[in-house]
């Protein structure tokens, strides 16, 4: 369906992050995995890009939401 056509807009996955709840944030890189909590500035559902707030350095990162309510950082 398209986004376009009547009663399509209404629809949408659910949020697996919600905004102002920690998450974690993971990254990964070969065999190194890193995981650290951080803020979402955003809901997001599965596959959305969001923002959030790195709680320790108050650096704001972007990731993919996961189905799962992690956030993927970096490089695929």
């Not at 596959?47 to 990731?63: A, F, H, K, P, Q």
Request: net charge neutral.
């Amino acid at each position: 369906a398209l986004l376009g056509e009547v009663g399509t807009a209404a629809l949408r996955d659910p949020h697996a992050v919600l905004q102002g709840q920690p998450a974690v944030v993971i990254f990964k890189s070969g065999p190194l995995i890193i995981s650290a909590t951080a803020l979402p500035l955003q809901a997001g559902a599965a596959g959305e890009v969001i923002s959030l707030r790195n709680t320790d350095s108050g650096t704001t990162i972007r990731g993919v939401v996961q189905a799962d309510g992690t956030v993927r950082v970096g490089l695929p």
